[in-house]
């Protein structure tokens, strides 16, 4: 039988490569619907590639251009608010949550559907809302699963096992493009510079997060909503070679381990399988030729931004989603060449000490974590040079 799929984030990075899996799959998947933000030629092209039925872009001054690309190929299309909600209600079995930033926060949560199955790739939905995104999918009766590279491996990892048996889990870090570099350096940083990264091919805010290790940090926040696990209970290991993604740490010393070579499409795969696991066309795993594995403790001296999120975790849920407002401004500023790379930190650390939000303070609904976000970005924006109007979520 066909499963539907539909795709939030349908041009970005994520995005693309869920097209390759279901292109392998071609008898088996049917594409719903696509969402961009902006980019209409990149999402007709997309729509026209998966043979969606229905494409939307967030941006409402792209509806003509849209349409215009679309012209005689038989897609819907919308642009604007509810044309992404059109998106997000039509009919699909298994929704692929891959916008960026907290952007995709409420599209996502939209798209919790009784028995539809959620493949997170969008960790900042969690970062800023965590607890009302689980408790209202439990409630609703959607199944959340996680594709980020790490989550997904421990997920695998955990298996069947019971999650009072586990002790701890770990993350691992490539440790980033900067990861052997002094202070002094990494303080010179280019936008340039962090797009290269080791391991993978991403979009250009994640590819910032995972120079400055923020990616991790906002990593140990979506595992602690994902598993339901306490902080002191994550931990992060940098393993420049990418190969083991998540260890899970049992309570008589066994430790299993999620390994794949560093492709996303194989994360996407294990989201898509329902029951036996999807056939995909990658290269095998050959320890052999990588020779060795190798791990080291984070630096968070030299990348402070672990330690933000690490505090921001520890202080509770509506601190979470001021990091991540803070962070997106700063990164936003930083690729825009208006701040330098430990401006990020700066900036997030005083947002968080201005946000006046208290110990164990959670956002109780999306639309509080939205309000949090909101101040965040407005006192970030605050700390940029030449502050104007406060940064927006970006298409
Ligand atoms: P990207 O920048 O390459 O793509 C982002 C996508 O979101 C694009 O299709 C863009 O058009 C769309 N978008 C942006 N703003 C939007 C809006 N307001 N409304 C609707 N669509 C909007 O990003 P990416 O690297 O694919 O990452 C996407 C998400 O997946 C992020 O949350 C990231 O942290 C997560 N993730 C990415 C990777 C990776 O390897 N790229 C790995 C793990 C997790
Ligand atoms: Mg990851």
Sequence with gaps: MTER?????ATGSIGQSTAEVLQQHRDRFAVEAVVAGSDAVGLAAMARRLGARYAALADPSKLSALRRELAGDGIACGAGTSAVAEAVARD???VIAAICGVAGL??????LKPGRRIALANKESLVCAGRAFMRDAQRIGATILPMDSEHNALAQALGSGDLGDVVTMTLTASGGPFRTWEASRIAAATPAQTAKHPTYS?????????ASLMNKGLELIEAHHLFGLRPDQLDVVVHPQSIIHGLVHWRDGAVTAGMANPDMKIPIANCLATGRRLGLTVPRLDLAAIGALTFEPPDEARFPCLRLAREALATGGAM???L???NEVAVAAFLAGRIGFLDIPRIVEETCTRSGVTSGSEPGSIEEALALDDDARRIAAGFLPEASAPAMAGF
């Design 5 to 9: 799929v539909t795709i939030l984030g």
């Design 92 to 94: 699909a079995d298994t």
């Design 106 to 111: 409420a599209p996502t949560h939209a798209a």
């Design 202 to 210: 991403m979009g250009a805010k994640i590819n910032v997060d995972s």
């Design 320 to 322: 979470s989603a001021v």
């Design 324 to 326: 991540n407002g803070a």
